[in-house]
């Protein structure tokens, strides 16, 4: 049985498209364009992965991190850690994913402005599955300006749908750790294990109905940004399964660079 580590990352679900929202919030709409004055001596490297879900966003979006050695931030992360740690915005986002409801961007925001705060961001970080709306785009450009900074790039994983479903149906996830498998062939309950011991089960909302809804929803909300952002977006087509993900990453890395 072979079995190669594919991400260790995913999102978290209760922060995505649930339609249960237990109540109404108002975010502030922020202003549609950010001025900047003045320049910034040091500025930080953004850098975005955009990518529709299983287009290896989290496995490239660690690769760059190592390469460039700024940090990955993934909004799932940061949020499971504050509602680890007990702080107060862990508290409150917590109650959002309690009752089956997305946690409010207002909220997604000010655990990320913490984040970006720490000392190993002060060269820059690279973002993935955030920004996912319009609106997340608008109030990380507001955030990012209060220090003369912006998103200096978007990479844009243009991944064939087709291998979209395959690394879906091959996907397997540890009962204890959720690190993800991808298990291409004979996988049996027994003998597959996660590195940490755990077992690998496929997670009951790893099927093909909800990827297609996913998908559908990662081209409404989430697309759009690619005009946004505008000439700052490298495109990667990926159009093979067997494409080696070396071989994405040299392309990622000579954009980049
Ligand atoms: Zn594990």
Redesign the pocket.
Known sequence: MKINSISANFSVKSYGQNKLTPKKVTVPMPCDSVSFTGKNDNPKKVIILLGAPNSGKGTYARQISENLGIPQISTGNILRKEVKDGTDLGLQAKSYMESGGLVPDELIMQIFKKRISEKDCANGFVLDGFPRTLNQARQLDNILSEDKNTVTQIVNLDVEKSILYYRSAARYT?E????TYSIKENYNPETAK?????RLVKRADDTPEVLSKRLENYDKQTKPLIDYYGDRVSNITVQSKDTPAGEIIDTIMDKIG
């Open positions: 540890c204890d750790c959720s690190r996660c590195d940490c011991g755990g």
